[in-house]
């Protein structure tokens, strides 16, 4: 008796930040089929010249296969900058100039992709893996913990064990390659940040894990 069988992946990519010719590089690179599942984890949008195009490009994804979007730090921080000086600051301080540019406008970004940008999920979650932007707070249940901090926390997260039974998947705090830990794996590999940094996906296919990125 001969099975068919089907290598699913469950891919994870993060931190695009308008680098859109990365990111069908990266996409080239996986050659994804229906069988496959992408979690983005967010920072769609700043730094990079191209945001607009970039969020075109991963709602385009879902078209060929299961998509999760999930909400990242620079999106959290636009989607507040029009009514909160700090996020302001943030937004405009930290690529928010070059998003306006992709856009035309501010308002146009929520014009053009608000049924995106406020779809956006804070967390994902499987029997095996919690895919995140940044980060939880110890000690907290999942469905408890504050969104600020899921998109923010930076080392007091990393440099410390989490108390989670999931393996958890983040980006935000740019590394120049993977990092991995027992319990977790930060892919942020400073696209959009530096020019010459690429793009990393992190791979779970049939119980191995592997990283594809926009170069190879
Ligand atoms: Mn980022």
């Given at each position: ?13 993060t931190d695009i930040h ?24 967010g920072d769609y949008i ?26 990242g730090s620079h ?58 932007h ?37 980006g ?45």
């Amino acid at each position: 008796m001969f099975y068919n069988i089907v290598m699913s992946r469950l891919i994870a990519i993060t931190d695009i930040h308008g680098e859109y010719y990365k990111l069908c590089a990266l996409l080239d690179n996986l050659a994804l089929t229906s069988d496959d599942k992408v979690v983005f984890m967010g920072d769609y949008i700043d730094r990079g010249k191209m945001s607009r195009q970039t969020v075109d490009k991963v709602i385009d994804t879902g078209k060929i296969c299961e998509c999760i979007y999930l909400v990242g730090s620079h999106e959290y921080a636009m989607m507040r900058a029009k009514n909160d000086e700090h996020y302001s600051f943030l937004f405009w301080n930290y690529g928010g100039d070059a998003t306006v540019e992709s856009y035309g406008s501010f308002d146009n970004i929520m014009d053009v992709h608000g049924d995106f940008f406020s779809n956006l999920k804070p967390y994902y979650l499987t029997d095996k893996y919690l895919f995140v932007h940044a980060g939880i707070r110890r000690g907290i249940p999942l469905e408890k913990q504050d969104l600020h901090d899921m998109v923010y926390l930076r080392s007091e997260f990393y440099n410390n064990p989490h108390d989670l039974g999931q393996k958890i998947i983040f980006g935000h705090t740019e590394f120049d390659k993977p990092q991995i830990w027992e319990d977790k794996i930060c892919i942020d590999t400073g696209c959009g940040k530096y020019k010459d940094a690429p793009l990393t996906a992190f791979v779970s296919e049939n119980g191995s894990e592997y990283f594809v990125n926009s170069e190879d």
